[in-house]
């Protein structure tokens, strides 16, 4: 437990030091230069409850929680098979943790055994932001671009699934060539994410 503290402590504080000039490509250099930028954004408006967007847009977030905060805000990595959502099985949405927008439904979560959560199709089209990033996909909330994880093209194949689910699959989703390639794989962070239940005849009545 201490060794995952002080690696999550070393993450966080290298994106701030001076060092990274130093050791680090220009790449992570510039990416580090920005989560700055958003980290100091995001002091500022903590009085506020209020975090400014890329876009000059203000959401209001959802959570303070500092893990949660390091990787929407930061796009840091949780620890491998830390998620309490690797395990059980749910029924419902699953959340941005920042702004709540609905990103995955639970229909269509799997067990990669990546160590993180996945999912192999968004909820809809334009819950999801993609960004590239390096030689991997990045997911985004299509709402507050807060960082989720990343998208591989090594999901489940499609007659594996829901045949139903599939095919209200969003058109944006990334996608094989070929209709029996493997479905996507949305690697999330669980720090990312806020379960909610999904709600039954009686309880809507």
């Known amino acids: ?6 690696l999550l402590l070393f993450r966080e504080a290298a994106a701030f030091l001076p060092i990274n000039s130093f050791f680090l490509s220009s790449t992570r250099t510039q990416r580090s230069t920005e989560a700055t930028e958003k980290y100091s954004l995001y002091m500022k408006s903590k009085e506020t409850n209020i975090c400014h967007m890329e876009d000059s847009t203000k959401i209001p977030t959802q959570t303070w929680n500092p893990l949660r905060l390091a990787v929407l805000r930061l ?18 949405s699953f959340n941005c943790a920042y702004c709540g927008n609905t990103l995955f439904d639970s229909k269509a979560k799997y067990d990669s055994g990546s160590g993180w959560p996945s999912f ?3 909820v809809d089209e334009g819950a999801i932001h993609y960004e590239r990033a390096l030689d991997r996909l990045e997911c985004q909330c299509g709402n507050c671009n807060s960082h989720l994880g990343h998208v591989f093209l090594d999901g489940p194949k499609p007659t594996t699934v829901e045949t139903s689910v599939l095919l209200q699959s969003p058109a944006t989703d990334p996608r094989g060539q070929s209709s029996s390639a493997p479905l996507p794989r949305f690697c999330v962070n669980g720090a990312a994410l806020k379960f909610e239940r999904r709600r039954d005849e009686h309880e809507e009545r």
């Not at 437990?1 to 002080?6: N, S, V």
């Not at 796009?75 to 419902?92: A, V």
């Open 1 to 6: 437990m201490r060794a995952i503290t002080f």
């Open 120 to 122: 192999w199709r968004s």
């Open 75 to 92: 796009g840091l990595t949780e620890p491998m098979g830390t998620s309490p959502f690797n395990y059980g099985t749910y029924d419902g």
